[in-house]
């Protein structure tokens, strides 16, 4: 297994211990950690501020692994599908957990998860009849802009939410709009395939 692999795998573990951090309700099992006193009106729990940092360790990650398969010539097919996983499994598992809690409107991972769902099928189907699909520039910006907002989230849009300045929703609503935008794209570049 090569390096890109190895990180790929890595962030699959990262991912599923920040969705255990974020599940477990810590106080009842006699875990709990205390929360901070920001503002008057502002406490935030350590166990977010953890998941955020894990969380952003593996949005790194993400970049790295790519890159370091591009560059080095280490592309595999393992790899490509492990991506597509940890991918999921990160922002995907995370937004759901986030709606779940009134963090975010549910409506948010309903349209990044449909949104998946439908591109990876046309990538599927494209990529049995031309070739493999790349990422268009609007879905890797969706994919920066999810991860900024979602990190920023966990870190309770901290330091902008102590002037009331809320960045965090703003960049995962761009990220969402993004996200249907590029949807759109993928359908509109192979729909002479999709359509056969």
Known sequence: MNLPNKITISRIILSIVVLILLILPLEK???????????????INIKY????????????????D???????????????????IADKLLVNGVL????????????IP????????????IKM?????????????AGKLKTVFMMCGVTLMLFYNLPFEIWGIRVADALIMIATVLSVYSGIEYYIKNRDVITE
């Open 66 to 84: 790519g890159h370091i398969a591009r560059k080095y010539n280490m592309v595999t097919d393992f790899g490509k599908v492990m991506d597509a």
């Open 96 to 107: 759901i957990i986030l709606a779940c809690q009134g963090f975010i409107n549910v409506i």
């Open 110 to 121: 309903v349209v990044i998860i449909s949104r998946d769902t439908i591109v990876d099928c």
């Open 29 to 43: 099992l006699g875990l709990a950690i205390p929360d901070i006193t920001v503002t008057s009106t502002l406490r």
């Open 49 to 64: 501020i953890i998941c955020g940092v894990l969380f952003l360790i593996g949005s790194v990650t993400d970049f790295v």
């Open 125 to 137: 189907v494209a990529g049995q009849k031309k070739g493999a699909v790349g990422a268009s520039k």
